[in-house]
């Protein structure tokens, strides 16, 4: 079974900071890593994936995130925010040899500021 | 590209009647699944399909829930005697082999 803790509830930042969105995960076996950003009243869409390979993985919107096994961590980032930013985000984990279901954190709720 | 579509978006009903939602994955995708997310919360994996076989159902698919995948195309899910604890968006998703699964918009149920 895998678990996905989401230290922050709320990140407020102002319009053009940077923000760093973290994510720890728990496994006993290999996984895969995602990122999704939910609009009000919307369905999930995603962001990046780390499937293998390198450990920084860029997604859409400038957003991206590095995987440390070792710290068991997947942080989100972005360099520079912008007010349509503003979403709730959620690190999901599934494990790789079985159907693949995803694992939820609770999500963090990005909020920017002009 | 018309994505992962579900019907209806929203659904009042009064407890003690059944629901039925239906989802329309991307047409070549194999692999089905639904989710459910409470205010505030993230998703919780509910039932999966790999073609018309249903693989697998978490403990939270109580009896009264039940999914069908016929002839592996579109998926309805059933909630018998809704209960206000039903009360949640139900995310339908969609993927072709094991990752990169594809969200619908959801569909809210309110029971009162």
């Known amino acids: 079974a895998q678990s996905v803790t989401q230290l922050d509830s709320q990140v407020p930042v102002f319009e053009e900071a940077p923000v760093e969105l973290r994510c720890n995960y728990s496994s006993s076996v290999s996984v895969y890593l995602f990122w999704y950003v939910q609009y009000p009243n919307q369905g999930l869409q995603l962001l990046l994936k780390y499937l293998s390979g390198s450990t920084l993985v860029k997604g859409i919107n400038g957003f991206e995130a590095e995987f440390n096994k070792s710290q068991t961590s997947f942080h989100l980032r972005k360099p520079s925010v912008h007010i349509s930013d503003t979403a709730e985000y959620f690190c999901?984990?599934?494990?790789?040899?079985?159907?693949?279901?995803?694992?939820f954190g609770g999500g963090t709720r990005l909020m920017v500021k002009p | 590209d018309t994505g992962v579509s579900q019907n209806p978006r929203h659904k009042i009903t009064k407890r003690g009647q059944n629901v039925t939602f239906r989802c329309d994955p991307i047409s070549e995708h194999n692999r089905l699944y639904w989710y459910r997310q409470t205010l505030g919360q993230g998703p919780e994996f509910l039932t999966y399909?790999?073609?018309?076989?249903?693989?697998?159902k978490s403990r939270l698919l109580s009896d009264r829930f039940s999914a069908e995948r016929p002839k592996g195309s579109f998926s309805t899910l059933e909630i018998q005697r809704t209960e206000q604890g039903d009360s949640a968006m139900y995310l339908c998703a969609s993927s072709l082999g094991p990752v990169g699964a594809f969200f619908g918009q959801g569909t809210r149920l309110t029971v009162v």
């Open positions: 999901a984990v599934s494990d790789n040899n079985a159907g693949n279901m995803l694992t």
């Open positions: 399909f790999q073609n018309e076989a249903q693989l697998e």
